[in-house]
């Protein structure tokens, strides 16, 4: 029974130092003094409070090796984990006793020697049988745990929605502060990792630029497809023909056939003439886009930008007819998606609305785009109080020369 209780003896008492030294003690100190600093005074504190590794040599040497231990110990509890630490602990100060038991000249203080040696060393020469021995263990899918198929899974698919993101970002510009005298800002807040809004502004060769904000239904990845072929198709589109009835036919064409009816998309596309000072402009399905005049004014007029048509989509030819409208120098274009509008409170089912929207946008017009930007989306936070995003927010903010 001697064995026993001595290998018992360094169980508990390697539990108490390792224990007492790296979880109480290690990681307050690392907090305060950083690693480095912290990890020496543990190891200090660990040379000096606990018995030295090895009681047989002179003192100063035992207290020598005791810190190197302690130090190898910090080390492998900040690079691993605790686990890890403790099984070195004890192997450590298991070995040196049975060693000194083993050079006894009384069998039975050998055999005492052996024994906790023995115990410990059963697991590795089980292993060593399987190692050596020519049996094939093959390892199948089935054979993982539930738990850890349905942590993978999700981790798989974390991975996939990530790389969605991120090649949905590469299709979506950010765009220069500044086209063609115009002043732009921009914004695009989705509601999961791949979001179904899209939006882009143009400089076509006549001086022209070709804005447009759209709006695939529902969000994820289905969403997300639709949104980044739609966005491609308007860029080509563009290139080719960049006037609206030619634009909308044939993106109306492209989501009719290629997306089901329950993932509609609208669209609100413009061509904003600097020059002329001059907007023609259609919407399919979208919200209409706000005129903003006497930005800098004590009453800034906020007029919204009407024109009604099926979303794409929805039938196989979109009948529709484009406005125009005179602008006037320093006047606003707002365009935006619903989840602007529909943004809930927190707790309530109360939405942001159009009335709010519209008070916003007069408060901060005389901002600027960017400062109109940022204020209409520090005005919805406040309004939502961190309740969490249902729908994707796109925002497009231009002024004219």
């Given at each position: 029974a001697f064995p026993l209780a001595h290998g018992a003896m360094i169980l508990v008492l390697v539990l108490f130092q390792e224990l007492l030294a790296r979880l109480l003690l290690l990681p307050p100190l690392v907090r305060r003094l950083?690693?480095?600093g912290g990890g020496a005074v543990v190891v200090v504190l660990s040379a000096v409070f606990f018995s030295p590794l090895l009681p047989m040599v002179p003192y100063a040497w035992g207290m020598a090796v005791s810190g190197v231990f302690a130090?190898?110990?910090?080390?492998?509890?900040?690079?691993?984990?605790l686990l890890t630490?403790?099984?070195?602990?004890?192997?450590?100060?298991?070995?040196?006793?049975?060693?000194?038991?083993l050079h006894a000249h009384d069998p039975a203080l050998q055999l005492q020697g052996w024994l906790p040696l023995l115990a410990a060393a059963a697991p590795m020469l089980v292993g060593l049988r399987f190692v050596t021995g020519e049996e094939e263990l093959i390892y199948r899918y089935d054979d993982v745990p539930p738990h850890v198929r349905r942590i993978a899974e999700r981790e798989r698919q974390r991975l996939e929605l990530q790389t969605a993101r991120?090649?949905?970002?590469?299709?979506?510009?950010?765009?220069?502060?500044?086209?063609?005298?115009v002043d732009i800002a921009h914004a695009y807040r989705p509601a999961t990792e791949v979001g179904g809004d899209f939006y882009d502004v143009l400089e076509l060769e006549d001086g022209r630029l070709a804005v447009a904000v759209g709006d695939v239904a529902g969000h994820g990845v289905s969403s997300g497809l639709i949104m980044s072929m739609t966005k491609s198709a308007l860029a080509v589109q563009v290139a080719y023909d960049p006037e609206v009835a030619p634009v909308f036919a044939t993106l109306n064409r492209m989501v009719y056939q290629s997306a089901r009816r329950r993932l509609l998309t609208t669209l609100c596309y413009a061509l904003v003439d600097p020059q002329r000072r001059q907007v023609l402009y259609a919407s399919a399905g979208h919200l209409f886009p706000y005129r903003i005049r006497g930005a800098d004014g004590p009453e800034p007029r906020i007029e919204?930008?009407?024109?009604?048509a099926y979303p794409l989509g929805a039938r196989p030819i979109l009948e529709l007819r484009a406005r125009s409208l005179d602008l006037e120098a320093g006047d606003f274009l707002f365009l935006?998606?619903?989840?602007?509008?529909?943004?809930?409170?927190?707790?309530?089912?109360?939405?942001?609305?159009?009335?709010?929207?519209?008070?916003?946008?007069?408060?901060?017009?005389?901002?600027?785009?960017?400062?109109?930007?940022d204020?209409?989306?520090?005005?919805?936070?406040?309004?939502?109080?961190?309740?969490?995003?249902?729908?994707?927010?796109?925002?497009?903010?231009?002024?004219?020369?």
């Open positions: 950083g690693a480095w130090a190898a110990m910090v080390f492998l509890f900040l690079r691993y984990d630490t403790l099984l070195a602990a004890l192997t450590a100060q298991l070995l040196p006793a049975c060693l000194v038991l991120g090649i949905q970002s590469s299709i979506l510009p950010d765009l220069p502060p500044s086209l063609a005298g919204a930008l009407e024109s009604v935006f998606s619903d989840g602007l509008v529909e943004a809930q409170a927190q707790g309530s089912d109360e939405v942001f609305g159009f009335q709010r929207l519209e008070r916003s946008l007069a408060s901060h017009a005389h901002r600027g785009v960017t400062g109109l930007r204020g209409i989306f520090a005005d919805l936070g406040a309004f939502a109080a961190g309740a969490p995003r249902h729908d994707d927010q796109t925002v497009l903010v231009l002024r004219l020369p």
